[in-house]
């Protein structure tokens, strides 16, 4: 008995080849139909995370946000390379708490709304140690 020959193409998938050098790949033969139409496949953390080094997930636990559509269970995206700014959402720790809030500055004051009408905005003054770990860019939920 013969063993059998098999035949294929020169491109094994992208490990053997960098995503510049698929349309040059030296493959053989025939390709299938949809190879026509293929494109290269959406890679979510090019598309969501900007500044790798500075970024971290946080899962939300809470329903402080929910105005804002952010939900528990959520994971949220942070970079901590953005400048907490008057109406962002921040990862904020208040007095050894950590919390989701948005972050309102106005007129010298400075206090971190909930979007979620239960919950009482709170002042942040001399009396209260804030640290903000960073902005939130991205909320991502199931549907």
């Keep these: 008995m013969l063993p059998e020959k098999g035949y294929e193409t020169a491109y094994r ?12 790949a030296n493959a053989t033969g025939f390709g299938a139909a949809a190879d026509d139409y293929m494109e290269r496949g959406i890679d979510l953390n090019e598309q ?10 946080f899962r939300m636990s809470s329903e402080a946000m929910q105005e804002a559509g952010i939900f528990p269970g959520d994971v949220l ?28 500055q ?9 979007d979620n009408k239960n919950i009482p905005p709170l002042s942040v003054d001399a009396e209260h ?14 549907v």
């Design 106 to 114: 106005q007129r010298g004051k400075t206090w971190l709304t909930a």
């Design 77 to 104: 995206i942070v970079d901590r390379s953005i400048p907490a700014r008057h109406g962002k959402v921040i990862i904020a720790v208040v007095n050894g708490e950590m919390m989701v809030r948005r972050l309102m």
């Design 129 to 142: 140690e804030l640290t903000v770990w960073g902005v939130v860019v991205y909320a991502i939920h199931t």
């Design 13 to 24: 998938g992208s490990k053997d080849f960098s995503q510049l050098e698929v349309p040059t």
């Design 48 to 57: 969501l995370i900007s500044n790798k080094p500075a970024t971290f997930f």
